[in-house]
């Protein structure tokens, strides 16, 4: 038997791991539903938006998708892998990480996505994927993953 597999999470940790992944599967099914129901003109016009958002929405560039895709999918997988106390945790968050950097510097920086669309929960979703890579660093540290 490891270390790892001798030190016990604490309860908390459970706690908190599963309010990360439901946060990350939230943000999942938000850049799925951008990428099907919103690829569309006419669905976001039926969904309210106006049409400088439809337009701005529409000529956002390729890497920025790729980046949130990137962001999800290993925001997810990393937070599984702090479930399954896999020391995979925290290069899969900092690749996520990476991603939410690399689409909010094209939101902030390269275009106008904050002046049309809003700040929105943008400043919360690169706190928390800021933060998980040092929580997961420490959940290593702590011996807890494996």
Known sequence: MTEAEKVAMPAWTKIV????????????????MAMTVFSSREAMSEAGLNEEQINLTLST????????????????????????????????????????????????????????MGVGVSPVVIAVAVALVPYAVFCKSRGWLK
Do not use: E, H
Request: aromatic residues 12%; proline residues 4%; hydrophobic residues 65%.
């Open 61 to 116: 560039p390729g890497w920025v998708n790729i980046a949130f895709g990137v962001a999800v999918v290993f925001g997810v997988l990393g937070c599984l892998a702090l479930i399954w106390k896999s020391r995979l945790a925290p290069p899969l968050l900092a690749v996520s990480m990476l991603g939410v950097i690399a689409q909010n510097v094209y939101m902030y920086l390269l275009s106008d996505t904050i002046r049309i």
């Open 17 to 32: 791991n599963g309010l990360l992944l439901v946060w990350n599967l939230f943000g999942l099914a938000v850049f799925v």
